[in-house]
């Protein structure tokens, strides 16, 4: 590139080139005489004479290393899809309480699976209301298509007639399709934590008998199936994202261009939805997604980690092994309970796995032996999920949720009844961790959290449901049992 130089302090005819808009850095200087020249490949700054002569300016011109590869990052897009996924879910069974029922109290994998006989795909409508059907579902698509976007460097192209803005929304449109299609009857699906299929109700109503015919509600019972999800999601979703481009172009980008405060964050997070929930599940705020939109916002570090690669900085270790002692208190079998079974407070060993995907999210596991003791058979524990946390350079501190099994050698079969066999019962360890790091590749941990266990009892679901079911009338109780462990970890 070359500046032809005008007037001492001036400077014309400049020419700005590169790959997909590689932004390049343009600065006055005081310099010497403006007939100063550059290289003609844009990438060398002339040096300053040793006298300069006030006035005079001269262009300085570098190009800026990428700020981004320009391969897709699947890793990234799949992780924050799942993660925008796992939070629709947490948002559902916090607001629906036959949903906590259901997930509490029935046998999970026998309904998951009995639900799918009761897809009904002989109709369009499932039976939600508007707001559910036409905007919240059209939403979830256009942030799944949003979230390929971001991680795709090709897409970032301003609506037009580019090729490469379509291509990338056709091929955001298919990436949003399969989530959808698994937000629907995947394994963390409406299906399987919801039971979507597997039972009839009122709509605005609910399972009740007298729902039926009943006046004040209009519409016909349904079990949620029908084919309105499976394609407005992605469908609309991808023309909801290109609207909110549309807009970008158009309204906010004008405002920003002047007013970067309301154009480039206010309005751009409110009138750009899809934007703003794929950003926060990159670890961004929206106003710091790479886009060519939005190049005149010049963003320093942000508070959160880069949309592409991993969430954040690589931990100083990836992986972890190590042994614990553990203490459970626990109902259990014994030759010296007065009854069937009491409670025992049982101790064991143990052996951990960990495998840090950055310095706040971790995969976390264990398998514990706990040995015969107080007259019980020998049990066997096995966990497996994640802890999110915060570390420093000595001290971490993390939440867990890992679900797993407790096998029992012995046990009751069945509460309420005195039958005993060998069984494997479900179980979910929460709590927290607190680890010391006395080494860079150590760590001295601390769990103390509630296992809770899956019991089946011996009288069926006092919840019924008149208008049709294909769910277990099994009843299973969940109880909270207190654990601790303490461990030393090697990390490599």
């Not at 200087?29 to 002569?53: E, F, I, K, Q, R």
């Not at 905007?135 to 090709?154: I, K, M, Y």
């Not at 966990?383 to 029992?408: C, D, N």
Request: with cysteine; charged share 15%.
């Amino acid at each position: 590139m070359a500046a032809d130089a005008g007037p001492a302090g001036t400077v014309s005819n400049l020419e700005s080139k590169g790959d997909l808009g590689a932004p390049y850095v343009t600065a006055l200087a005081a310099t010497a005489p403006s007939d100063t020249s550059l290289s003609s490949d844009g990438s060398n700054v002339s040096a300053a004479p040793a006298s300069l002569s006030p006035g005079s300016f001269v262009v300085l011109n570098k190009p800026l290393p990428p700020s981004h590869p320009e391969k897709f990052n699947l890793k990234g897009a799949f992780w924050q899809s799942f993660g925008e996924n796992l939070f629709y879910h947490v948002w559902r069974v916090s607001s629906d309480s036959g949903m906590r029922w259901n997930l509490t109290h029935k046998p999970f994998f026998h309904d998951w699976f009995a639900s799918y006989k009761g897809y009904d795909m002989h109709r369009w409508g499932d039976g939600d209301d508007f707001i559910v059907n036409d905007v919240g579902h059209p939403l979830e698509g256009a942030v799944f298509a949003r979230t390929f976007l971001q991680n795709s460097p090709r897409s970032q192209v301003a609506i037009g007639k580019d090729s490469r803005y379509w291509t990338s929304r056709l091929k955001a449109t298919a990436w949003s399709t399969v989530w959808s299609v698994q937000l629907e009857i995947g394994p963390l699906s409406e299906t399987s934590i919801g039971n979507q299929g597997g039972f009839t109700y009122v709509p605005n109503c609910g399972i009740y008998d007298y729902c039926k015919d009943n006046p004040k509600f209009h519409k016909p019972p349904t079990n949620n199936t029908g084919w309105t999800d499976f394609v407005v999601t992605p469908l609309v979703g991808t023309a909801w994202v290109i609207g909110e481009d549309t807009i970008d172009k158009y309204v906010v980008t004008p405002v920003a261009a002047n007013h970067r405060i309301l154009g480039g964050r206010v309005l751009r997070s409110v009138l750009e939805p899809s934007r703003s929930f794929a950003a926060i599940f990159a670890g961004k705020f929206p106003w710091d997604l790479p886009s060519s939109e939005n190049d005149f916002i010049t963003s320093n570090r942000s508070h959160f980690p880069s949309t592409y690669g991993d969430f954040e900085a690589p931990p100083l270790n990836r992986f972890e092994f190590g042994t614990q002692y553990t203490n459970i208190s626990l109902p259990v079998v014994s030759s010296s309970c007065s009854g069937v079974a009491c409670r025992r407070n049982l101790s064991g060993f143990g052996t951990g796995f960990g495998y840090n995907f950055s310095r706040a999210i971790a995969f976390d596991s264990t398998l514990n032996f706990i040995p015969s003791q107080q007259g019980t058979k020998p049990l066997m524990q096995g966990l497996f999920g994640v802890r999110v946390g915060a570390r420093t350079e000595h001290v971490g501190v993390f939440a867990k949720v890992r679900p797993g099994f407790i096998y029992f050698e012995n046990a009751q079969s069945v509460q309420g009844e005195n039958s005993q066999t060998s069984l494997t019962r479900f179980a979910t360890d929460v709590g927290g961790i607190v680890e010391y790091y006395p080494k860079h590749n150590s760590t001295f941990r601390l769990d103390v959290g509630t296992t809770l266990v899956r019991y089946l009892t011996n009288y069926p679901d006092p919840k019924e449901y008149p208008l049709g079911s294909l769910l277990s009338t099994q009843y299973i109780v969940t109880q909270g049992n207190f654990q601790m462990a303490s461990s030393y970890t090697v990390r490599f």
